[in-house]
């Protein structure tokens, strides 16, 4: 996007914008001009994160790309004019594919003047909803804080009590785990146990070339480089009193890791082109899915750094090593689904808790959280069934493993089927038929007990007398 120089007449900082379009690049260039134009702006790629970053702090306005896939520009107006109505809301389209959005407070060109205008314009709206707003009468609730992870399994158990007791510490904190297994969930955990009064500030640095990071990062002065026509605080000074979380920490490249270091030795840095060294008091967590012990024996990533932000290691596991931890985490997505799509959905069908158990989840908490929502979404009846769930979830869903001869152990597993089939009828009957009392008087859980009725044949409907 063509730089124009900013207006003599526009004051310094004008308030915070977000951009969201799912061309990454596009979104950040257009934040960064927007930066150069005096506001304060951040850049997503996906409705999903908007709506994150929405609910974690107020912005003045929202600029979003009119031509977002599927319905995700009109979700994203509906959610942000519900819980954040101070909020202007600017659809932008290529001049060619302009069209009026009712729900929007300006609709625009992304010509520069045009842009301009029309959050001007959004902000007045939504400064005059949320005045208007005030002065409704108020119902006041008491606010109910849930755990951010969820998980009764002995591994996401002890993730769990690490930050019990760390969180209110100044230790450094590297977490690991497969992408998609909530490490930026706990890593916010954290901060809200601290009883740190900042900020949380969220960086991810895969996604950003070493230029923009350190600008990012460390913020830059007027003339530090081409736009930056005004100072801008970096996100280490945003975090100061609070946290900051370092995702993807594995992507930096050599000369950041130095700086890195250097932060984290001495809490102080300078901005991109400037001499002022700012102190700040940052609690700092990190986080990869790589091996980082790896990559130091490979010369990759430094040791000292490493060491540095080895003090208190965290490891997210994987979904498919905590199954018993799917449905529990299935409902819990189901509520919040059923909650934005404004529909009574009651739960899962067995064969859907079935297929859920038995997929092996690659993309871990992320992809089930999104296959329900999608369930929800696209469902129609009052409880989710196979049909409802992605193809890649039913289509890909594991066989038992077995790690042993299966032909020589067959006549060993057929002798025990028959006592393991009266000892859970024996169960079932002492609870007057109770899947949920018969499975504790057994000493395992609901799900394990679905699924040894299911292999060893069982239809309780026949079984169960009348």
């Given at each position: 996007?063509?730089?124009?120089?900013?207006?003599?007449?526009?004051?310094?900082?004008?308030?915070?914008?977000?951009?969201?379009?799912?061309?990454?690049?596009?979104?950040?260039?257009?934040?960064?001009?927007?930066?150069?134009?005096?506001?304060?702006?951040?850049?997503?790629?996906?409705?999903?994160?908007?709506?994150?970053?929405?609910?974690?702090?107020?912005?003045?306005?929202?600029?979003?790309?009119?031509?977002?896939?599927?319905?995700?520009?009109?979700?994203?107006?509906?959610?942000?004019?519900?819980?954040?109505?101070?909020?202007?809301?600017?659809?932008?389209?290529?001049?060619?594919?302009?069209?009026?959005?009712?729900?929007?407070?300006?609709?625009?060109?992304?010509?520069?003047?045009?842009?301009?205008?029309?959050?001007?314009?959004?902000?007045?709206?939504?400064?005059?909803?949320?005045?208007?707003?005030?002065?409704?009468?108020?119902?006041?609730?008491?606010?109910?804080?849930?755990?951010?992870?969820?998980?009764?399994?002995?591994?996401?158990?002890?993730?769990?009590?690490?930050?019990?007791?760390?969180?209110?510490?100044?230790?450094?904190?590297?977490?690991?785990?497969?992408?998609?297994?909530?490490?930026?969930?706990?890593?916010?955990?954290?901060?809200?146990?601290?009883?740190?009064?900042?900020?949380?500030?969220?960086?991810?640095?895969?996604?950003?070339?070493?230029?923009?990071?350190?600008?990012?990062?460390?913020?830059?002065?007027?003339?530090?480089?081409?736009?930056?026509?005004?100072?801008?605080?970096?996100?280490?000074?945003?975090?100061?009193?609070?946290?900051?979380?370092?995702?993807?920490?594995?992507?930096?490249?050599?000369?950041?890791?130095?700086?890195?270091?250097?932060?984290?030795?001495?809490?102080?840095?300078?901005?991109?082109?400037?001499?002022?060294?700012?102190?700040?008091?940052?609690?700092?967590?990190?986080?990869?899915?790589?091996?980082?012990?790896?990559?130091?024996?490979?010369?990759?990533?430094?040791?000292?750094?490493y060491w540095r932000i080895n003090v208190v290691a965290i490891e997210m596991p994987a979904l498919r090593d905590?199954?018993d931890d799917i449905p529990l985490l299935a409902s819990h997505f189901l509520t919040r689904a059923a909650a934005?799509?404004?529909?009574?959905?009651?739960?899962?069908?067995?064969?859907?808790?079935?297929?859920?158990?038995?997929?092996?989840?690659?993309?871990?908490?992320?992809?089930?959280?999104?296959?329900?929502?999608?369930?929800?979404?696209l469902g129609r009846g009052s409880l989710v069934d196979v049909a409802d769930l992605p193809p890649a979830v039913?289509?890909?869903?594991?066989?038992?493993?077995?790690?042993?001869?299966?032909?020589?152990?067959?006549?060993?597993?057929?002798?025990?089927?028959?006592?393991?089939?009266?000892?859970?009828?024996?169960?079932?009957?002492?609870?007057?038929?109770?899947?949920?009392?018969?499975?504790?008087?057994?000493?395992?859980?609901?799900?394990?007990?679905?699924?040894?009725?299911?292999?060893?044949?069982?239809?309780?409907?026949?079984?169960?007398?009348?």
């Open positions: 996007m063509p730089r124009s120089p900013m207006p003599a007449d526009r004051p310094a900082l004008l308030g915070r914008v977000l951009v969201v379009d799912d061309d990454r690049r596009m979104a950040s260039g257009r934040a960064q001009w927007l930066c150069g134009q005096g506001w304060h702006a951040s850049a997503v790629g996906t409705a999903e994160e908007a709506i994150a970053l929405v609910g974690r702090g107020r912005f003045d306005a929202c600029v979003i790309d009119g031509l977002l896939a599927d319905d995700a520009a009109d979700r994203l107006l509906a959610v942000v004019r519900a819980t954040s109505p101070a909020t202007g809301l600017v659809i932008a389209f290529p001049a060619e594919a302009a069209r009026e959005v009712a729900a929007a407070d300006a609709t625009t060109s992304l010509r520069d003047d045009d842009l301009l205008a029309a959050i001007d314009r959004a902000c007045v709206a939504g400064r005059s909803r949320a005045a208007a707003r005030a002065t409704e009468p108020q119902v006041i609730e008491p606010k109910v804080i849930e755990p951010t992870v969820l998980g009764e399994h002995a591994t996401i158990q002890r993730a769990l009590d690490l930050v019990g007791r760390v969180a209110a510490t100044p230790a450094t904190v590297l977490i690991t785990g497969e992408s998609g297994t909530g490490k930026s969930l706990l890593a916010r955990q954290i901060h809200q146990a601290s009883g740190r009064t900042g900020r949380f500030v969220e960086v991810a640095c895969g996604s950003l070339s070493e230029s923009l990071l350190e600008s990012e990062l460390f913020g830059h002065v007027a003339g530090a480089f081409t736009g930056a026509s005004s100072d801008r605080p970096g996100k280490f000074l945003q975090a100061d009193g609070g946290t900051i979380f370092l995702d993807e920490v594995a992507t930096a490249s050599p000369a950041m890791q130095v700086k890195l270091l250097r932060v984290l030795q001495q809490m102080q840095f300078e901005p991109v082109g400037g001499s002022q060294t700012h102190s700040i008091d940052a609690r700092v967590i990190l986080a990869t899915n790589e091996n980082l012990e790896s990559l130091v024996a490979e010369g990759r990533f430094r040791a000292d750094l905590r199954p934005k799509a404004g529909r009574m959905v009651e739960g899962f069908s067995p064969a859907a808790i079935d297929a859920l158990l038995r997929h092996s989840w690659p993309g871990n908490v992320r992809e089930l959280e999104h296959a329900v929502e999608r369930a929800v979404f039913v289509g890909a869903a594991r066989p038992p493993t077995i790690s042993f001869d299966a032909r020589a152990a067959a006549p060993l597993k057929a002798a025990m089927a028959h006592p393991e089939r009266q000892l859970i009828i024996d169960a079932l009957e002492r609870s007057g038929w109770r899947r949920d009392a018969a499975a504790r008087a057994l000493g395992i859980n609901r799900t394990t007990l679905y699924k040894k009725l299911k292999r060893l044949g069982m239809d309780l409907t026949a079984l169960e007398p009348r």
